[in-house]
């Protein structure tokens, strides 16, 4: 952009936009070739471990990520779990500035001013996508067509958009358990009002803007349904990204993990400082439904 501040990234420049992109923007073969360069332990280099000092992490933490695999990948996710506001590619650079680790800027400062400016891009095409709303005290929800009449029960000319306590987020293998919490948290005593993607809202509507407008504004809860499969589903990949992306504050009160299943995979580090309702724990189930209701009753 003309007029637009500008420093370096090794032998790029770089613009004070791709600066605030967040961390999420970079692409695997970029955090690889980044975990090869501050995985190995050297006494001269600073590596992961300098890098988790610097972001503000304590003793037993960088412990922890000591005995992971790929302790910067784990480092990053974590980052961007804990401060996803703070997160950004800009503040990475500037530490590995700070750190002396030019090789590594020089090394993937291309590649990384390449995934910037696809995440630039694909948030200007978002933007120009997304309805237009009028000025107004009731503009909180959108007065286009596209989000006029999106689920079963709402007024066709978007005068009573239909609310929901919480936004269900779960993947297809997933929705016997999903049936079971329909019937307890809804046609028990709790009588909570559930959004349930396949059986809530109506066909014909592009689902990506479907669902940012039904975790944003006609949610005041996400229940994200935790297994194996989740892991491998882009959909709930989608809808826990987009949830953890609003206002830090309101994502702590807004995003409830529930493990519905034992799991082999890794329990998504994401997700991990946020407190788990565990359906498979044979122990406590008999307080699940009571914990996961009140949880989604609070304001």
Not at 88 to 116: A, F, H, K, Y
Not at 156 to 166: C, I, K, T, V, Y
Not at 218 to 242: A, G, P, W
């Amino acid at each position: 952009m003309a007029g637009e501040a500008t420093r370096c990234i090794g032998g790029e420049a770089e613009t004070s936009e791709s600066a605030s992109v967040p961390l999420v923007a970079l692409n695997y073969s970029v955090r690889r070739r980044l975990s090869l360069f501050l995985n190995p332990r050297a006494p001269v280099a600073a590596d992961w471990a300098t890098l988790a000092e610097e972001l503000g992490y304590e003793y037993l933490e960088i412990r922890h990520f000591e005995t992971q695999r790929d302790p910067t990948e784990h480092l990053l996710h974590d980052w961007q779990a804990r401060s996803p506001g703070g997160a950004t590619v800009g503040r990475l650079l500037d530490l590995l500035r700070l750190l002396g680790r030019q090789d590594i800027l020089t090394d993937l400062g291309p590649s990384i001013d390449e995934n910037c400016k696809r995440y630039l891009q694909k948030k200007q095409q978002e933007e120009s996508e997304r309805p237009v709303q009028v000025p107004a005290v009731d503009s909180s929800f959108p007065r286009t067509s596209e989000m006029q009449g999106i689920t079963t029960q709402d007024d066709p000319l978007g005068q009573s958009p239909e609310l929901f306590d919480a936004f269900i987020c779960y993947c297809q293998n997933d929705i016997p358990f999903v049936q079971e919490m329909i019937q307890e948290l809804e046609q028990a005593k709790h009588k909570l009002k559930l959004c349930v993607f396949d059986r809530d809202v109506l066909p014909g509507t592009c689902v990506w803007s479907i669902t940012s407008e039904l975790i944003e504004r006609r949610c005041r809860k996400m229940v994200v349904v935790i297994s194996d499969d989740y892991l491998d589903s882009e959909d709930c990949d989608f809808q826990t990204k987009f949830a953890l992306s609003l206002s830090p504050g309101a994502r702590l009160k807004r995003l409830i993990p529930v493990k519905c299943k034992t799991m082999k995979k890794d329990f998504p580090s994401i997700l991990r400082f946020i407190t788990v309702c565990d359906y498979t724990n044979s122990a406590t189930k008999k307080w699940f439904w009571t914990r996961l209701a009140r949880s989604l009753l609070l304001p």
